[in-house]
């Protein structure tokens, strides 16, 4: 069955940078698109971004734009989520995913992590 597991969370101070990893087995990132999502206790699951099949296409929603990066190294069969300048509202469990028809916000996507926490201290 296939797995994505991810790693990387953890405590920081706000304005540090950290970097979220999603590591595929019994899956090829190279057939699937990748994203990742954020939910905070209390709050609905919110898009953060995704990469396209190949990696070399991404977007970012919204509330990240500009601090936060998205890459996915077929090649390692590994996505990554890069945060820069975090802050405390970017406090969230962040869960990867992976699918087979699309990449976008609203893609369905056919595979989880189970998620890491990410606690961003004031």
């Known amino acids: 069955q296939a797995q994505l597991v991810e790693s990387g969370g953890g405590l920081v101070q706000t304005g540090d940078s950290l970097r979220l990893s999603c590591a595929a087995s019994r899956l090829s990132f190279r057939d699937h698109t990748s994203a990742w999502f954020r939910q905070a206790p209390g709050k609905e699951r919110e898009f953060v971004g995704s990469t396209d099949w190949s990696g070399l296409s991404t977007y970012l929603g919204a509330p990240v734009r500009g601090r936060f990066t998205v890459s996915k190294d077929n090649t390692r069969n590994t996505a990554y989520l890069h945060m820069n300048n975090l802050k405390p509202d970017d406090t969230s469990v962040y869960y990867c995913?992976?699918?087979?028809?699309?990449?976008?916000?609203?893609?369905?996507?056919?595979?989880w992590g189970q998620g890491t926490q990410v606690t961003v201290s004031s």
């Open positions: 995913a992976a699918g087979h028809t699309g990449w976008g916000e609203n893609a369905p996507y056919d595979y």
